[in-house]
């Protein structure tokens, strides 16, 4: 009936360079894994089935994985059985948008009302598939190369211009564009003149039944982590956790902790850092660059290399922080800190991207307005001379953990979702006009009225 708003019934997913069954903090999988898993689980539990596509990296994969109930992994080939550079990703997207229209081919016509794409190889895809089913797609950045481009790590290599090319096609052809934030949704605006009727707001979540401070207070919690993971209990522990690239600045800690010992010499009898995660992106072009500059700190005797861990591992490794640091160059939002946060850890973090919205400056954590080691350092040392503060941030921290949560995440995409639908059936015809550059800082939630 016109005017009447239906949600979809199944949706097709599209991850090509990363698979939501790879562990995060390996290779490219990271926080983008996170979201697709959790949002997809979050959106079965309310009656949308998702199909998740993605590039088949090994023969020995199935057709097909079960990942949850209503959730469904589809292994799609393109390009050979093994693992590619997402450089190298651009020019299979033709083989992988036919595996995925020929995955279709075998069902009745209307087997997905919508598709929903993450990062520009896949919105690539789904530009072309939802065209060709004519559905709707809507699609999420998770990062844009001009933001990249303007917050380079030092010796990084700028993103190129047929990504550039290839973002602002994805953000004509969507449906709608989903943002983390509202800054996030102010660079779509100003960087790719997105038509602000397009944009929604919806912050992601945590998964608050894995991360949590593990006892009745973040202080307890912390004792129990540090004996499971055989740390001393009376340590000083800033944690890194995250893929080891030059985007995510591990380097800054390290230079950091340094510069740290350098004035509180006898800190060393009783500092750890660990840092847990696995070379990633420009990263693994030297593995061991990390390690090397350890030594060349005169560190390596503080620093403990892990490699990435599951889930519950690695909430055990933020119940154990004293504090977790997230010197990002760039961040579309930082779930490892709504994660920390959520196990009751403080959190300090570069004032970028969507970090200050995961983080609340001065309460659940420190926010530092650029990269220097030196104000990493005066950080790290405000938590190592009062022990008190990590457990009070702590308690902070995982109270404002919990105000994000994915349900709550999977019922706002459910209204972009349907909005999207509602549109392409002409039952909502309300739209913004474009923004001036000076309202692209005020975006918000456009919500159709249907």
Request: with cysteine; glycine share 10%.
């Amino acid at each position: 009936m016109p005017g009447t708003r239906r949600r979809p019934r199944r949706v097709a997913m599209l991850s090509v360079h990363t698979s939501p069954l790879d562990q995060p903090g390996t290779g490219d999988a990271g926080g983008m894994n996170v979201y697709v898993v959790e949002l997809a689980k979050r959106l079965a539990a309310i009656d949308i089935e998702v199909e998740i596509f993605t590039r088949a990296t090994s023969a020995a994969l199935p057709p097909s994985v079960e990942l949850a109930p209503g959730v469904l992994v589809r292994h799609v080939d393109a390009g050979p059985r093994g693992g590619l550079a997402k450089d190298d990703l651009p020019a299979r997207l033709g083989a992988f948008a036919h595996g995925v229209l020929r995955a279709r081919a075998g069902h009745d016509p209307g087997r997905y009302d919508l598709v929903h794409s993450h990062y520009w190889l896949s919105g690539h895809v789904g530009r072309l598939v939802a065209e060709r089913w004519g559905v709707p797609l809507v699609h999420v950045m998770h990062t844009m190369a001009k933001v990249k481009n303007a917050s380079l790590a030092a010796g990084d290599t700028p993103e190129p211009a047929a990504r550039v090319l290839g973002e602002t096609q994805v953000v004509r052809a969507a449906d709608r564009l989903i943002a983390n934030t509202e800054k996030e949704a102010g660079e779509l605006l100003r960087h790719y003149l997105a038509d602000t009727g397009r944009v929604a707001v919806v912050h992601p979540g945590v998964d608050l039944d894995r991360f949590h401070t593990g006892a009745p207070n973040a202080g307890a919690g912390r004792a129990a982590a540090r004996a499971r993971l055989g740390l001393p209990r009376d340590a000083f522990i800033p944690l890194f956790a995250g893929r080891i690239q030059p985007l995510k600045a591990p380097d800054v800690l390290l230079r950091a902790v340094a510069l740290l010992l350098a004035e509180r010499p006898r800190l060393r009898e009783r500092i750890v850092v660990p840092v847990v995660g696995g070379p990633s992106g420009r990263g693994l072009a030297g593995p061991d660059g990390l390690p090397k500059l350890a030594a060349r700190l005169g560190i390596s005797d503080v620093v403990r290399f892990r490699p990435p861990v599951g889930q519950d591992q690695l909430a055990d490794w933020y119940r154990a922080a004293s504090v977790l640091v997230m010197p990002s160059h760039n961040e579309s939002f930082g779930l490892v800190a709504l994660e920390a946060q959520a196990c009751g850890t403080p959190v300090i973090a570069a004032d970028v991207g969507g970090l200050p919205v995961a983080v609340r400056d001065g309460a659940s954590g420190l926010l530092i307005p650029g990269h220097d080691p030196a104000d990493y350092a005066r950080a790290l040392r405000r938590f190592a001379d009062a022990p008190a503060l990590s457990a009070r941030m702590g308690e902070a921290a995982a109270r404002h953990a919990r105000s994000f949560g994915w349900d709550t995440a999977a019922a706002a995409t459910a209204d972009v979702y349907m909005a999207a639908v509602d549109e392409r059936r002409g039952t909502c015809v309300s739209r913004s006009p474009m923004p001036s550059a000076h309202s692209a800082e005020r975006v918000s939630v456009h919500r159709q009225q249907c």
